[in-house]
Protein backbone atom coordinates (compact mmCIF):
# COMPACT_ATOMS: atom_id res chain seq x y z
CA UNK A 1 0.00 0.00 0.00
CA UNK A 2 1.05 3.24 -0.52
CA UNK A 3 0.34 6.95 1.28
CA UNK A 4 0.81 10.39 0.49
CA UNK A 5 0.88 13.04 3.36
CA UNK A 6 0.59 16.60 2.52
CA UNK A 7 1.75 19.69 4.54
CA UNK A 8 2.17 23.00 4.06
CA UNK A 9 -1.19 25.20 3.71
CA UNK A 10 -2.60 27.52 6.11
CA UNK A 11 -3.93 31.42 6.20
CA UNK A 12 -1.99 33.95 3.85
CA UNK A 13 -2.35 37.63 2.90
CA UNK A 14 -2.56 38.34 -0.47
CA UNK A 15 0.50 38.85 -2.58
CA UNK A 16 2.21 36.01 0.06
CA UNK A 17 3.72 32.78 -0.32
CA UNK A 18 3.43 28.92 0.84
CA UNK A 19 5.04 26.01 0.19
CA UNK A 20 2.86 22.74 -0.09
CA UNK A 21 4.89 19.35 0.26
CA UNK A 22 3.43 15.76 -0.71
CA UNK A 23 5.47 12.87 0.06
CA UNK A 24 5.05 9.14 -0.72
CA UNK A 25 5.55 6.07 1.60
CA UNK A 26 5.47 2.70 1.02
CA UNK A 27 5.46 -0.20 -1.61
CA UNK A 28 6.75 1.96 -4.77
CA UNK A 29 8.95 1.07 -7.22
CA UNK A 30 8.97 4.00 -9.15
CA UNK A 31 6.11 7.08 -9.77
CA UNK A 32 5.62 8.57 -13.07
CA UNK A 33 3.41 11.91 -13.13
CA UNK A 34 3.34 13.91 -9.88
CA UNK A 35 0.09 16.89 -10.11
CA UNK A 36 -1.44 19.25 -7.55
CA UNK A 37 -5.06 19.83 -7.76
CA UNK A 38 -7.54 21.97 -6.19
CA UNK A 39 -10.91 22.31 -4.94
CA UNK A 40 -12.87 25.63 -3.88
CA UNK A 41 -16.03 25.54 -2.39
CA UNK A 42 -19.02 23.88 -4.23
CA UNK A 43 -16.75 23.61 -7.24
CA UNK A 44 -15.18 20.58 -9.06
CA UNK A 45 -11.77 19.84 -8.59
CA UNK A 46 -9.25 20.91 -11.15
CA UNK A 47 -5.53 20.76 -12.10
CA UNK A 48 -3.37 22.96 -10.61
CA UNK A 49 -0.01 21.87 -11.94
CA UNK A 50 1.79 18.46 -13.09
CA UNK A 51 5.33 17.35 -13.26
CA UNK A 52 6.20 14.20 -15.14
CA UNK A 53 9.06 11.82 -14.26
CA UNK A 54 11.68 13.23 -16.48
CA UNK A 55 11.23 16.69 -15.19
CA UNK A 56 8.39 18.12 -17.49
CA UNK A 57 5.94 21.06 -16.12
CA UNK A 58 2.46 21.81 -16.93
CA UNK A 59 0.18 24.69 -15.67
CA UNK A 60 -3.15 25.39 -15.75
CA UNK A 61 -3.16 29.36 -16.94
CA UNK A 62 -4.31 31.32 -13.76
CA UNK A 63 -1.51 29.94 -12.09
CA UNK A 64 0.93 30.07 -14.78
CA UNK A 65 4.20 32.50 -13.68
CA UNK A 66 3.38 32.10 -9.61
CA UNK A 67 3.66 28.85 -8.80
CA UNK A 68 6.39 26.49 -9.22
CA UNK A 69 6.12 22.79 -9.51
CA UNK A 70 9.13 20.82 -8.10
CA UNK A 71 10.00 17.15 -7.54
CA UNK A 72 12.64 15.02 -5.30
CA UNK A 73 12.91 11.75 -7.06
CA UNK A 74 15.12 10.25 -4.05
CA UNK A 75 12.43 11.34 -1.83
CA UNK A 76 9.48 10.53 -3.53
CA UNK A 77 7.92 14.24 -2.76
CA UNK A 78 6.26 16.98 -4.98
CA UNK A 79 6.42 20.58 -4.07
CA UNK A 80 4.07 23.06 -4.98
CA UNK A 81 5.77 26.63 -4.60
CA UNK A 82 3.22 29.45 -4.49
CA UNK A 83 4.09 32.96 -4.64
CA UNK A 84 1.61 36.05 -5.82
CA UNK A 85 -1.29 34.40 -4.21
CA UNK A 86 -4.48 35.62 -4.84
CA UNK A 87 -7.98 35.51 -2.93
CA UNK A 88 -9.51 33.18 -5.92
CA UNK A 89 -6.39 31.04 -5.00
CA UNK A 90 -8.03 29.35 -1.86
CA UNK A 91 -8.97 26.27 -1.69
CA UNK A 92 -8.31 22.41 -0.50
CA UNK A 93 -5.00 21.29 -2.24
CA UNK A 94 -4.74 17.58 -3.29
CA UNK A 95 -1.86 15.66 -4.45
CA UNK A 96 -1.62 13.09 -6.80
CA UNK A 97 0.66 10.23 -7.76
CA UNK A 98 0.82 7.59 -10.46
CA UNK A 99 2.70 5.64 -8.18
CA UNK A 100 4.14 1.90 -10.01
CA UNK A 101 4.63 -0.72 -6.86
CA UNK A 102 6.03 -3.52 -9.17
CA UNK A 103 7.22 -2.79 -13.13
CA UNK A 104 3.16 -3.94 -14.37
CA UNK A 105 1.47 -2.77 -11.75
CA UNK A 106 0.41 1.26 -11.55
CA UNK A 107 -2.33 2.89 -9.58
CA UNK A 108 -3.28 6.52 -8.74
CA UNK A 109 -3.13 7.77 -4.92
CA UNK A 110 -4.29 11.23 -3.60
CA UNK A 111 -3.35 13.01 -0.48
CA UNK A 112 -5.65 13.62 2.11
CA UNK A 113 -5.83 18.08 1.06
CA UNK A 114 -4.49 20.53 2.88
CA UNK A 115 -6.34 24.27 3.15
CA UNK A 116 -4.74 26.92 1.30
CA UNK A 117 -6.84 29.76 2.62
CA UNK A 118 -5.21 33.68 1.07
CA UNK A 119 -7.23 36.65 2.87
CA UNK A 120 -6.35 39.54 4.71
Known amino acids: QVQLVESGGGLVQPGGSLRLSCAAS????????MDWYRQAPGKERDLVASILSGGATTYTDSVNGRFTISRDNAKNTVYLQMNSLKPEDTAVYYC??????????????WGQGTQVTVSS
Open 96 to 109: RMAVYTSLRSRSTY
Open 26 to 33: GSIFSINA
